[in-house]
Each structure stands twice: as structure tokens, then as C-alpha cells.
């Protein structure tokens, strides 16, 4: 049986792939490959070089410390108030407050390309992805075709800057005559390309915030900006529907700049993988195959 690893977006949420990848490793448990998504690509494509969680999460450690974190300029991005956690609404906010406005008129992006590019190479080591210890891949969507990609082999750190560059934050990146940005805005939780990569059974690790209710919509942002987010969260849910075995951290409160709170992050996802450990033994140990593997099978690709 082959398994499959998927690691979803989220931001900061996203270091709860940590705690899951160490209760995994702790109890020996192996999979065939990841894939990933935005910072579930960023984790992922880290542990597929290196398959150690403590060196994964060392450089983490580290990494908040640096300048190449400090110009990424998270804590301008904070939220004022827990229930308005997803990112959109935050942008939504900052722009009617005129903080971002003077810096988002003709550009693509709040930053320029070099500061995710510099994060990236921080974190990951020069490569291939055909050449790391684990398989790895990781989705973007192509802005011009509008189509998901998905990269199974180049340049690992261009591949993963395309996965997790924001909308809006980080420029897209031109590549091969496409224009990526962040996987998440189809596949959040790129499920069906684990299944088109030909696994039997799929992990899928779900970091996304849930969609509370908003008594706060009073502006064309607000009503465009919700109706974004009600897509991505429906979208999101229905792909999930497809995995075998899915692990949902408590990290919901969580904003996805929280960079600050990493180790609570990191034990939530912990607790979270502990939580249905039981649950894939029985699966694996019965042989079962999720009735949906019919139909994404390894021959049919998503589109």
C-alpha cells in the first residue's frame, strides 16, 4: 500500500505539520511521499531533504530570528480581532485603513519578490525535488491558465515559492511562461494529485481555519473578500472528502501570522496525530483503501 503524506496551507497554522511529522517519526510509521501545499510545501519540501522533525524544526527555531523573517513583515499583517483571522478580511482592513494603500496601486503584490525568495533559501537547501530523501512534491496554480500545476521535479526552491505565494502579499512568480501563485487558491489540501501520484492511502493534514460567522460585512471589500473565503472553505472541504485518514489541529485560533505561538502550534498538531493514531493502525493493518481511490486513481490527473 502506498501512502501519501498531504500537508494543506496556512500560514503559521502550518507549523502543526511539525508536530504531526513528529508523532509519525516517533512511532515509525512510514509514507512514500509528500505532497504540499503554500506552507505545507514549505514543511514538507523541508523534511523531504532532511527527515529529521528536530533539524526541521531547529531551523525554524532559527529562522525567526533573521532578518530574512523580519522583512517578510508578518506583524504588520496581524488581525485586530480573533474572529477576523483569515487573511483576506485582514487585507480587506488594513486597506481601508490606508496602511497598504499607497503600496499596492500598480503593483502586483504589498512585497517584492525577493523577500519570500530570500525566506525560501533559508529554509530549504539548493536542489532538486527529484533529488530529496523522501519524494516531494508540491502544487501552485497558474494565473494565466488558471489551472492547478503541480511540480514533481526542478528547482525545489523556486517550485515551493510558487506554491506559497500569497495573493496580494508576494508577487507571483513567472516560470516557463506561466505565472504562479499560491496553490491554496484551488487546492488548499492537494488531495487528488496524492492520487494522481498513485497513493492508496492519503494523510491529509488540514491546518485551514473554519469558517465562523460574519455580522460584519459593511463595504463592496467586505461582500467581495467573504464570498472569497466561503469558495476556498467549500472547496476545501469537498477535496478533503477524498482522503483516508484526515488530522485537524485545534490551531483554528490561531492567526496565520502566529509566529510567535510556533511550539503551541507545533503540540496541536501533535495532539491532533495522536488523536486518530488508532484509526490508521486499523486502517492499515485491515488493508483498507478508501472507497473513493476508484476514482483518482493514478491515471487520472486534476485539471
Given at each position: ?20 511529522l513528529r ?6 510509521i512510514k509514507f512514500?511521499?509528500?505532497?504540499g ?8 519540501g523541508?523534511?523531504a531533504?532532511?527527515?529529521q ?16 523573517f ?25 486597506i481601508?485603513n ?35 530523501h523522501?519524494?516531494?512534491a508540491?502544487?501552485a ?6 489551472r492547478?500545476?503541480l511540480?514533481?521535479?526542478g528547482d ?34 492537494p488531495?487528488?494529485f ?21 455580522n460584519?460585512?459593511?463595504n463592496?471589500?467586505?461582500?467581495f ?20 485518514l484526515?488530522?485537524r ?39 483498507r ?11 487520472r490527473?486534476?485539471?
Open positions: 500500500m502506498k501512502i501519501a503524506l498531504v500537508l494543506g496551507g496556512g500560514g503559521a497554522r502550518g507549523l502543526a505539520h511539525l508536530g504531526v508523532v509519525l517519526e516517533r512511532e515509525k512514500h511521499f509528500i505532497v501545499c503554500s506552507f505545507g510545501a514549505i514543511v514538507g523541508m523534511y531533504q532532511t527527515p522533525v528536530e533539524l526541521v524544526e531547529k531551523r525554524f527555531r532559527n529562522f525567526v530570528h533573521t532578518r530574512a523580519q522583512e517578510l513583515g508578518f506583524h504588520l499583517m496581524k488581525k485586530r480581532k480573533v474572529d477576523e483571522d483569515l487573511y483576506f478580511k485582514q487585507l480587506a482592513h488594513n481601508r490606508r496602511v497598504l494603500i499607497n503600496l499596492v496601486i500598480n503593483k502586483l503584490a504589498v512585497l517584492k519578490e525577493g523577500r519570500l525568495k530570500n525566506a525560501i533559501a533559508y529554509l530549504l537547501k539548493p536542489g532538486n525535488i527529484e533529488d530529496t523522501i519524494p516531494f508540491c502544487n496554480t497558474d494565473l494565466i491558465s488558471g492547478p500545476y511540480f514533481t521535479h525545489i526552491r523556486k517550485a515551493v515559492q510558487a506554491s506559497s505565494a500569497i495573493p496580494g502579499i508576494f508577487p507571483p512568480l513567472k516560470l516557463n511562461g506561466k505565472l504562479f501563485s499560491d496553490g491554496a487558491i484551488i487546492f488548499n489540501i488531495v487528488p496524492a492520487r494522481a501520484l498513485g497513493a492508496d492511502y492519503v494523510i491529509a493534514v488540514d491546518v485551514h481555519p473554519t469558517l465562523e460567522p460574519d460584519n460585512i459593511t463592496v471589500f467586505d461582500v473578500l467573504r464570498a472569497s473565503n466561503i469558495t476556498g472553505t467549500y472547496l476545501s472541504e469537498k477535496i478533503i472528502e477524498e482522503a483516508d484526515v488530522v489541529p485545534e490551531v483554528g485560533h490561531f492567526h496565520w501570522s502566529d509566529f510567535e505561538h510556533a511550539e503551541k502550534i507545533v503540540e496541536k498538531g501533535e495532539q491532533a496525530m495522536e488523536a486518530v493514531l488508532e484509526r490508521f493502525r486499523r486502517d492499515v493493518g485491515t488493508g483503501i478508501g472507497a473513493l481511490r476508484r476514482l483518482f486513481s493514478a491515471n490527473t486534476p485539471q
